[in-house]
DNA sequence: TAGATTGTTAATCGATTAACAATC
DNA sequence: TAGATTGTTAATCGATTAACAATC
């Protein structure tokens, strides 16, 4: 949908609103030099980002904050309801289900799937495991475009493409392996443990 | 430590790792151009990232997938063990304490801490949960370097402020805020549901 | 030898930063 | 008005890709 923003702006929106979103709300105005400053960056970057919000400052004062917050969350969709299928009901599923952070973003996880028998039917977090073999049947006509992926990395692969065919067309993967997808179908990747082997190769 | 090699790079490395790992052992030789295929990349690139490692491939035949895996692990410091602490025992944290992961990478939890009274002295994934108010005493002269916050968004400053005090120099945070550190410790951040929103924005 | 692949140098592409006119 | 801030254009920087010699 927003296919002119470069991949690495659209990544820093969130970031611009969860700064937003904890100032006092008796701060009115906002500047790009201010928030680049809490946020260590430059401004002329904040302010091409936020320009592709269409958010619009004023010369001298600023942007009116809650003004950019509305035009980010607009940009963002925030106030389109989505829903997302999650897939691997293990410890990290289940901290997903039960995470509330998707709401700020009008994502709501209607579905949760498991392979495993002893969990069909429970529920977590108010969601009810389905099991993995009817998410066709569930997930037909219901427009969910959404999924998690919190498998196992060996049968990552296999669900991911199950998924591809009951009209899924974003996959976010938390199992570290690289999920092969048609054009039509991004996946973005998650790797906990690489990333905190990367932070102590940077150290 | 690894100053020379671009973030970006780095970054990829534990993908080609990842792949690398999958594929059968009776695959001796590995070529660049092969590596880039199954993960969509250009393969000038691969050697290029690969070349930081300072792998060494031979003409006409690649690289020794072994050699490959061993030069990107050494890179890693897969094979130096080093230890992090976890701190919010929630859903998340408790998923990540189970999750085994880390060891590819040479990494241990250590430590785990929460603040709530009720978690204090459990035992999840083996590790017994202390209180954060002793973590100063608790990793004392440990040379415990890596964080790990999941902690909520309200306390996440002033908890990775605590760590750095206590020796932290690289800090994975969960929480959807961004922590102000020293330029001598590193922050990175998993912002899990704003990863869902910009794969939703790009479909 | 011929051909495939590496590793390196040069060219291109894209993102960030600098400079600055416009404006309130 | 003077000064702070935006938004835009040009310059710089860094990463990716193209070209190609070296080599097994």
Redesign the pocket.
Same mark, same amino acid.
């Given at each position: 949908m927003n296919k002119d923003i $470069?991949?690495? %702006?659209l990544q820093r929106l969130p970031i611009y609103l969860n700064y937003l979103k904890t100032l006092s709300s008796d701060e009115h105005y906002i %500047? %790009?030099?201010f928030i680049a400053k809490a946020l260590g960056?430059?401004? *002329? #970057?904040v &302010? /091409?980002d #936020? !320009?592709y919000t269409s !958010? *619009?400052? /004023? $010369? &001298?004062?600023?942007?009116i904050k809650e003004e950019l917050i509305s035009a980010i969350e607009d940009y963002l969709c925030c106030n389109r309801k989505r829903s997302a299928v999650i897939v691997g009901i293990g410890a990290l599923g289940r901290a997903i289900l039960a995470y509330e952070g998707f709401t700020n973003y009008g994502i709501e996880i209607a579905y949760a799937f498991d392979s495993d028998k002893n969990k069909i039917g429970l529920e977590v977090a108010k969601k009810t495991i389905w099991d993995i073999s009817d998410v066709k049947r569930k997930l037909k006509g219901q427009g969910v475009e959404l999924a998690i992926l919190c498998v196992p990395s060996s049968c990552a692969q296999s669900v991911a493409d199950l998924l591809i065919d009951c009209g899924i067309r974003a996959i976010l993967n938390f199992a570290p392996v690289s999920i092969k997808s048609p054009d039509s179908v991004i996946v973005r990747q998650i790797d906990v443990a690489a990333n905190l082997a990367i932070l102590s190769s940077m150290i």
């Open positions: $470069p991949v690495i %702006s %500047s %790009s030099g960056m430059g401004e *002329v #970057l &302010r /091409k #936020l !320009a !958010a *619009v400052g /004023k $010369p &001298r004062s600023g942007y």
